[in-house]
């Protein structure tokens, strides 16, 4: 098979890096495709507030896995060591369109980025067609999909066209979520974890004094870093089932600092999805997920002392409780819900309603041209769990006949189902490297085990 060219998908950081991985072990030439305005920032880091910080220390932040301290010299270069520990989103943003730039400079036209949202890709004899919306037509010998997460699923209770305008917000990261609020009004926010954190962070920021109520089933907010925090190295890998990845991070918690118990699970955590059976996973999904995704990612220590903060002085409640629905009162809405512990039902009149549940995966669901059309193909399908989009260990598309191909490639976020630990960045540049490496024959060359 020829390895030419690889069209690639999505802009983020995900695609980006598997462009610049393709450069930098002189792999094909790649086309970048990207629908917005901005390449390399992707969601994460493109509508940030100054405010929105990483989660991630910066010296783990590196967008290359061979040059673990690239992004602390590119800081201590463009920001004269003025930054440290948790960096500005918008600052990480910088970094990916710096590194993106010198990349295509450095390319020598091997790098080309399209402004344009794809819209299907078609196999043939010539290669793979990718289709963009204004009617052109890209060829490749692979196509990488880098399409990142679905966007949150509008919850259950709310029919935004019944609501007044401006009072349902399905973007959380829109900065017209602060708009035309008094300050006695109330927001409401769908969701308690890290979107939830952004939006009370955002609402701050633009002045909002009003009340900002946060509910989710749990109730579940995401815990903080701490500074001095041991790394300890687990000696074996858990059993992996629910309850055993349970039992193992409750005993070792014990032991040492639960933080550390979390983190040394690190490099087992793919093998233990990998060998999970499927009820298994579904078991961890149901009962373990929410609080996973609190003790796994967490809150820069300023940001959780914002937070505190704000809850101390009654400027946000955080509770557990299912929304049952919403219905318009003037500019207003009147939302009903059930707490989580008890028979009573709540209401609350607010001015806006913000969805921060989070990101989705389920493809059956999504209304993306692209991915409905690669479904409707056959060459896409959802993986078992739903959660994103199905490939195998080598990141290869499994189509509807459960075959595995070598021309049509997935990484990042939609990931999940094979790798389930592929959201952050220590996790998708170790994806996007290998990947690229794959498809610039570089796999069998030095720089293995990582
Ligand atoms: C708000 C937020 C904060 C985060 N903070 C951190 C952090 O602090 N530390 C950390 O390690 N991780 C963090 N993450 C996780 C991680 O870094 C991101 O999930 C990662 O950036 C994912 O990148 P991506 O390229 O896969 O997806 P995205 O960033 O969503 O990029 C996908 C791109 O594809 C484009 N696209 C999609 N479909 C098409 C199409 N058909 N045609 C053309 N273009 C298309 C989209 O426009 C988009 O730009 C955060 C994630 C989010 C959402």
Redesign the pocket.
Known sequence: MRHDHVAI????????LLAVNLLRHDGPRATL????P??A??????A?HPD?????RADN?SALPDDPGHFARWLETAHGGRIKGFAP?LV?GDYLDALLAETVARSGGRLRVVQ????DVAPGADGMRVMLAGGEAIVADHVVL????LPPHTPAGIDPSVLPAGCYAADP?SADIAADLAPDDVVLVLGTG??MV?IALLLDARGFGGRIVALSRRGLLPRPHAEGVAKTQRAERPEPTAVGLLRAVRTRAREIEWRSAIDELRPYTQSIWRAMALPERHRFLRHLRAWWDVHRHRLAPSVWDKIEAMRADGRLDVGAAKLIDAHPDGDHAIVRYRPRHGDTVGTLRVRRIVNGTG?QGDLTATQ???LRALTGRGLLRADPLRIGIDVDQDSQAIGRDGTASDRLIA????TRGAFWEI????D?RRQAWSVARRLSNAQWVGGEGL
């Open positions: 998908i999505g802009g983020g950081f995900s695609g980006t495709i990207e629908r917005r901005h390449t920032r992707g969601v994460a880091y493109a940030a929105h910080l990483l989660n991630v932040m989103r990480y344009a949202e794809a819209i880098a399409p990142g997460n990261w890290l979107t952004d990101p993306e041209p692209l990484v990042g976020p939609m959201v952050a960045v220590p998708i």
